[in-house]
């Protein structure tokens, strides 16, 4: 397989195997399930050493592009899992200092679309999940560390429900590194019963198809969340720091 590499732009040669490789998965020349060529094979066609190929390689298979079953040398191409993908942008947002007032922010933009969305393209699947929820929300009203997990679950489920991949994959980093400033507001304030109601009053807006509602409400349960954040003291202005794995 020629890569055609091309001349030296002050790329890495490995960099620049990467993204040869990268662009013939992304065009689809490279299909998902096909074989990679051995790296002794794209060396020699390409004039590159074989360890060249083997740092492409690794770096494609850490991007979810790639991968080789375990204990054997033969590569294949792979659609790469958003949920792993996405949540990879957790450490470099923490390293970076995100803010949870950059959090609040993001959520503050994109659940209020989500739910908007979700309202139009709902299923009945969709509704189930989110009713399921809801009663499970009801039975945890004494139990604050409960109705966190659910509630963060309520708005992924709101961001399915809205059937927009993007939307999805961003969501999730978020949830995580809004997991740990909501248990301390969850813990610290007698905020169940107002959360019990916004998700009342959005799903049943979504039911109906009502965009706008569902819009409106989920609007009203973020900025009733910042105002709890505030009655608790917190900082929003801190930066965040690595999240509790929720999903071991």
Known sequence: MNLNLGADNGLPVFRKVALALQQKILSGELKPGERLPAETALASENGIHRSTVREAIRSLEQQGLLFREEGKRKLFVTRPDTQELSRRLVTPLVMNGVTFEEIWETIRALD??????????????????LEDNLARTKKEMDNPDALVELDIEFHELIALAAGNRVIQALRLPISDLFYPPFQTVMSSLDAGE?????HEKILQAIKWGDAAEAKE??????????????????DMSKPAGLPVDRHK
């Open 112 to 129: 209020p679309v989500a739910a908007e969305a979700a309202a139009h393209r709902r299923t009945k699947e969709a509704l189930q999940a």
């Open 194 to 198: 107002r959360l019990l109601t916004a």
């Open 217 to 234: 409400w989920m609007i009203k349960h973020l900025n009733d969340f910042r105002k709890g954040y505030e009655l608790a003291s917190l």
